[in-house]
């Protein structure tokens, strides 16, 4: 205590020594120190708290919170009671101690069932404790997929029958409770079909039905029953080629306008019908037909005949033999016939189109009108029409509009709480780093006042007699209280010498701190 005691006299002393100026400047950096600590205080953001696990059951919430009572963590409780947070410096510590205690369950139990064997158990129950076993363990699996909430499985598993045809398969329904916003792909359901057949023994996959929690089928017992057969895979042809499609042409008007001062979307209709054509052409091209054989025949015939002379009757009939050859007349006939054989020109096709053909095709460009030239959109109009492929005559159609971009992208700018949190983090600073400037401010503008206006020292003051006063009169001060140029000091030292050396001799410090008053003066 006397210790104590003393340390706060030194510590008056020394402040009792202070300047004006001086105990001015030590109560501001005190201040200043102060509002400094309370300013860090009050901008210290909140502790953070995470998600150490979502979705859970009343049982696994209940058991988590218990243990972390026990470890002393903070936690906090949602409002459904089914998401449990912790700081989020220790969410990857909580998990690990939670995993060794085997939390969560999932809600489930799993092949831990036949930890705690009894004696007296039935093959019966054995036998619904392992399908039990079975289920559980594909619910906690099937919930770790990243699109799934939680799983429920149901298998129905029958007893076997000493006829071959009296067996009946074995069948399981699962039931998906898919996270907001998310989907399962064709490649996702695929994969629990098979985890759930392969876990189970003697599950077929057409035995097997998905559904998710508004009951839609998901699985109905094959590929071509689900309803995302085929149609994934032609989405994803479509996709990739409006990507690759609207990459080239990205390329192409950033060279012309600059990067980031053009928008390209492309929408392409694609044709998955399947169509085989047929077709049988003769004389392909317009051709003449090869000659292959050719016929002709000519016949002729060369004859006379008499015509009937005198009056009709038997007598002109009679035949007789004149002697000369009148009354004849000479005939001459001939026939032609002509046979050509040609070759058959006969062309035999067959098409088939494969499913995929380019139906109509879109294409939407926006440039930057704040960078962009407004004559230049009909230039890229036709470098693009060309670049696609655009066909009027298909439907195919070109747009380049010209209008000024915003000056940042949705995507760039920061959610509420990130940008809340980068200005508690720039102010956090600028406080750290004005703190010792504000002080050392202060402490050079005091320095530069003493130097400047330096304060008289308080001396206390002695009681002098009357004949040191009256000697110091005569020495320094004249008349009528004005001063006068003192004449050389004497040769003997004046009364108030001694004076000042007994003050000197009780109090030291005090001739000390006036000396060097009088030293800063100089």
Not at 21 to 46: C, D, E, K, Y
Not at 83 to 99: C, F, G, H, K
Request: net charge negative; no cysteine; aromatic share 4%.
């Amino acid at each position: 205590m006397g210790r104590i005691t003393q340390q706060l006299a030194q510590l008056r002393t020394r402040w009792d020594r202070l300047t004006p100026n001086q105990r001015v400047a030590v109560i501001g950096v005190a201040l200043t120190a102060l509002f400094a600590v309370t300013l860090l205080l009050v901008m210290q953001p909140p502790q953070r708290y995470a998600p150490v696990y979502t979705g859970l059951t009343g049982e696994d919430a209940a058991a988590i919170v218990e243990q972390l009572r026990q470890q002393g963590v903070p936690y906090r409780l949602s409002a459904d009671g089914t998401t449990v947070s912790v700081p989020a410096d220790r969410v990857a510590d909580v998990r690990l101690a939670l995993a060794s205690l085997g939390l969560p369950k999932g809600g489930s139990l799993g092949f831990e069932l036949f930890d705690r064997s009894s004696f007296g158990v039935t093959d019966f129950a054995q036998r619904v404790n392992y399908q039990r076993a079975i289920e559980g363990e594909l619910q906690r699996t099937i919930s770790r997929l990243d699109a799934v909430s939680s799983a429920r499985v149901h298998i129905v598993i029958p007893e076997e029958s000493l006829f071959a045809e009296d067996q009946q398969p074995t069948s399981a329904a699962v039931v998906l409770q898919l996270k907001p916003g998310r989907q399962l792909t064709e490649e996702q359901v695929r994969g629990i079909v098979h985890l759930v057949s392969s876990a189970v023994p003697g599950l077929q996959p057409e035995h097997l039905t998905v559904v998710d929690n508004a009951g839609n089928p998901i699985w109905s017992g094959n590929e071509a029953g689900s309803p995302t057969a085929g149609m994934d895979e032609h989405l994803k042809a479509q996709r990739a080629y409006e990507t690759t499609l609207a990459t080239q042409l990205q390329t192409m008007i950033a060279r012309i306008v600059g990067n980031g001062n053009a928008a390209v979307q492309v929408h392409a209709t694609l044709d998955w019908d399947q169509r085989s054509v047929d077709s049988e052409i003769f004389s392909p091209n317009g051709t003449q037909p090869q000659v292959r054989s050719q016929q002709e025949r000519v016949q002729t015939v060369e004859g006379s005949t008499t015509g009937a002379i005198g009056v009709p009757g038997v007598d002109s009939n009679v035949q007789t033999f004149p002697e000369g050859a009148g009354g004849q007349n000479q005939q001459r006939s001939e026939l032609r016939e002509s046979t050509t054989n040609y070759e058959v020109s006969r062309q035999v096709e067959r098409v088939v189109q494969a499913p995929g053909q380019l139906e109509r095709l879109s294409v939407a460009v926006v440039l930057n009108g704040s960078a962009v030239d407004p004559t230049v959109a009909q230039q890229v109009r036709d470098l693009v029409a060309a670049a696609a492929g655009i066909v009027p005559e298909r439907g195919d159609s070109v747009t380049v509009s010209v209008v000024p971009f915003s000056a940042a992208m949705p995507e760039d700018i920061p959610s509420g709480t990130s940008l809340i949190d980068r200005l508690l983090d720039f102010a956090r600073i600028g406080v750290i780093v004005l703190i010792p400037l504000v002080a050392l401010l202060i402490a050079w503008r005091v320095l530069a006042s003493q130097r400047g206006a330096p304060q008289p020292v308080p001396v206390p003051q002695y009681r002098v007699s009357s004949e040191s006063l009256a000697g110091v009169s005569a020495a320094g001060l004249g008349t009528a209280g004005t001063a006068e140029i003192p004449g050389p000091p004497p040769a003997t030292p004046p009364p108030q010498f001694k004076d000042l050396q007994e003050l000197a001799r009780r109090d030291p410090a005090v001739v000390a701190q006036l000396v060097r008053s009088w030293l800063n003066e100089e």
